[in-house]
């Protein structure tokens, strides 16, 4: 019985430490949430490979882990993200939200590889941490066409998107911001792959640089009626 109970202890250790990832790291999801489903594996259909941050998995609203929505609580909305008005108007396409909060463009890089397998899309979203920690655009810029290239090497169609306004930026954010959409542009050009023009679905015109009031929920991310204006724009590769 001794025996029977120590290896019973053994499993439950033994699982216990499985759970748990290194303090800091970002592991890739193969299970999550979008719109109500489960999607595990390889389901029917367009497979897109959804890599980014919290623009990508939807916050502050929504999130692709399990933990972060439970803490949520009663404000959690799936319709808080683009992949889910994107579905509503494409049914067969079937999204893996690989938005982490706060990753910077080479945080979301290091994930790329546990993102996209059995994926046949790439849309490939980043560069407002990067902003807010002030590091290099260019290097952002590198970082994003680093992941294009990756992305099409293995296979997969490819899409950008622009980085969006921000309200509550630092001094100087605004030009940096316009000065990386820029260099996606390039991106886009250079590796013949789509931009989405997220920046232009979000912007107030009567205050440019900014998002709309009611377009952003807290002048960092999209509201759920700007969530939906950032799906309009996607066309799939």
């Not at 800091?24 to 490979?49: N, Y």
Request: proline share 5%; aromatic share 6%; hydrophobic share 40%.
């Amino acid at each position: 019985m001794r025996a029977l109970a120590l290896a019973a202890c053994c499993c439950l250790l033994a699982l216990v430490v499985v759970g748990c990832g290194d303090e800091g790291k970002s592991a890739p999801r193969k299970d999550v949430q979008l719109g109500g489903e489960q999607a595990t594996g390889r389901p029917a259909g367009v497979v897109v490979a959804a890599l980014g941050d919290s623009i990508t998995a939807g916050s502050p609203l929504w999130d692709p882990d399990a933990e972060i929505r439970a803490s949520i609580g009663s404000s959690l909305e799936r319709k808080s993200q683009y992949e889910y008005w994107v579905r509503k108007r494409m049914p067969d396409v079937r999204f893996r939200n690989c938005g982490v909060f706060g990753d910077r463009t080479d945080q979301i890089a290091a994930r790329l590889e546990g993102c996209v397998e059995g994926a046949d899309v790439l849309v490939v979203q980043g560069g407002i941490n990067d902003i807010a920690q002030m590091r290099d655009v260019e290097t952002a810029a590198r970082n994003l066409r680093a992941m294009v290239a990756r992305g099409k090497k293995l296979g997969l169609r490819v899409a950008l998107t622009e980085v969006l306004p921000w309200n509550n930026g630092p001094p100087g954010a605004a030009s940096r911001i316009r000065r990386l959409n820029s260099l996606i542009a390039g991106v886009g050009r250079d590796e013949d792959v789509p931009v989405y023009s997220w920046y232009r679905r979000l912007e107030d015109l009567q205050s440019p640089g900014r998002m709309k009031p009611e377009w952003t929920i807290d002048g960092d991310h999209p509201s759920v009626e700007g969530y939906r204006r950032l799906a309009d724009v996607v066309r799939l590769p």
